[in-house]
Every structure is written in C-alpha cells, then in structure tokens.
C-alpha cells in the first residue's frame, strides 16, 4: 500500500507542472476576450510579485471586465500604501537616531573647541560586545593618527574623559587599549587631596589605583584626574570616580591601599573618539 500511495503522489508531481503549463499556454493563446484577460490579470497579480512593484501596472489591466479592474486597482493602491507606510516608519525609527548623533556632534565641536588641542574626531567602527578592552576607529595614519596618541570621548552629560590610547594603527583604521585593559596605565591624582597613584587596569572592566598611602583617606565619588607628571596625557582630564575605600584587600603586609575605580565612561555607549594629534602634550 505504501508503495502505491508514493507512486501515485510521485505520478501526481510528475503531471501537475503539465498541467499549469497547459493552462498557461490557453491563457496566451486564446483570444483575447474580457473574461479571459480578467482571469489572467487575476492570476498574474496573485502569482507574479514584480507586477505590483512595477510602474506600469495599471497598463496590465486592458481590456478586463470592469469589476475586475476595479478590484486589482483597490489592491494595487493598498499594496502601494502598505509601502508607503513601511517607508515611514522606517523613517520615523531613525529620527531618534539621528537626533541623537547629532546632539553628540554638537557636544564634539564644542569640545575641540574648549580644549584649545588639535585632534582628529573618529566614529566607533568596532568594539566586542561585553569586552571594554579595545575598540577599532575609522580613521587612522592618513588622518594624521599617530601610536600612542591619548583618546578622549564624552561622558553622558558631555564632560570630556580619557578613554584610552591609540596602539595600533592603519591607513584607515586604529586600535584604541581602553582603560580596563591590563595593559594600560596612566599617572593621575585625586581631586580632594592631589595625592598621585598610578591607574591600573584589571580586564573585565575592572580598574584600580595603585600606591596610595595607607593614612589615605579615600571618599567614595572622588574625582580623579590625569596628572602632569603623566608622560602621555594631558593634565587634568577626568579618568573616573573613587569607588572603594581601599581597605578590601589589605593585608599584614600591606604598603599600600589599592581602591577601585569606576570609568568616568561608559564605553557601552562610546559612539565617538578624539584622538589627540600632540601626543597629549
């Protein structure tokens, strides 16, 4: 039995386009009547997608009964709106967008402005989500980008901070080491005190600040800064925020008291760097 059903469903497939083929064939060759043209407008509406995208549509219906006509018009119009609509509301899902980046833009000028430094404003090209190590530019050497020139970026309310430093470099693109990354570390000192540390990153988006003294008295929110003894960044850029007392990991034989720092960004939302063609000097 089972064998007879897939032979008879096999024969059924084997016929079928036969079938179409002929029926085809009789719609084009048969004179060309009303009733005939409206069946085969119907059918080349239904079956034929190009033709509701095309612009002469409307030049398909000659020659169809008026009821006929009237229906694929009512359809034509309504797949027209429908893509009306969608382009709108495409339309609409950008404005916020760019909105937004234009708002940044405004906040960059003002910034070069403020900071009285040459530099290069640079669009974020790539970063690995979940990883705050390291982000690619879209500008690079012919853009006057240069190794280990300093990269700032704004904060959310469009405070200039130090995001990193320029580590690789191409024709088109650069690699920016952000903060967190374990190979980056910057002279800077806090805001209350000017005591000095050295900023450390600790991957994972962790960060700490090393060599405080242990009679430091830290408070929670410190501003700390970059300072002038640092060999590559400008004096005075905000890095981040205290956020520890420094008292977590001390030992016996403890020296020193090594608080965490919190970024003063959040390089999740980084769109946009500006990397420092004076070598931060």
């Known amino acids: 039995m089972k064998r007879k059903a897939k032979k008879s469903a096999s024969q059924s ?5 036969a079938v179409y ?6 719609l084009i060759l048969l004179p060309l009547q009303k009733t005939v043209n409206s069946v ?9 997608p190009q033709l ?5 549509a409307k ?4 020659d169809v009964g008026e009821g006929t006509e009237n229906l694929l018009n009512v359809a034509l119009e309504n797949f027209e709106l429908k893509e009306k609509l969608k382009n709108m509301q495409v339309e609409a899902l950008q404005i916020p967008i760019l909105q937004e980046e234009n708002a940044r833009l405004r906040q960059a000028l003002n910034l070069k402005q403020a900071l009285k430094m040459e530099g290069v404003w640079a669009k974020v090209a790539y970063k690995e989500p979940g990883k705050m190590s ?4 879209d500008k690079g050497e012919a853009d006057g980008i240069t190794l280990r020139s300093p990269a700032l970026a704004l904060t959310e309310d469009g405070t200039p901070a130090l995001a990193g430093m320029v580590v690789e470099t191409a024709q088109k693109t650069a690699k920016i080491l952000l903060l967190p990354d374990e190979d980056f570390n910057a002279s800077v000192y806090l805001d209350n005190t000017k005591t000095e540390a050295l900023l450390k990153g600790q991957g994972l988006r962790a960060v700490i600040l090393k060599y405080l003294p242990l009679e430091e008295d830290l408070k929670i929110n410190t501003p700390v800064f970059t300072s002038s003894s640092s060999a590559l960044f400008p004096e005075r850029l905000l890095v981040g925020y205290i956020a520890s007392d420094g008292t977590e990991n001390l030992t016996a034989a403890s020296t020193y008291k090594e608080p965490h720092l919190k970024p003063a ?3 999740d939302k980084v769109k946009e760097i500006f990397v420092l063609s004076t070598g931060g000097k």
């Open 265 to 267: 960004l959040n390089f």
């Open 134 to 137: 390291s982000l690619i530019i």
């Open 40 to 48: 085969r407008a119907v059918l080349a509406y239904l079956f034929i």
């Open 13 to 17: 497939s084997n016929w079928l386009p």
């Open 21 to 26: 083929i002929i029926i085809s064939l009789a």
């Open 59 to 62: 030049e398909y219906l000659k």
């Open 52 to 56: 509701r995208l095309a612009h002469n």
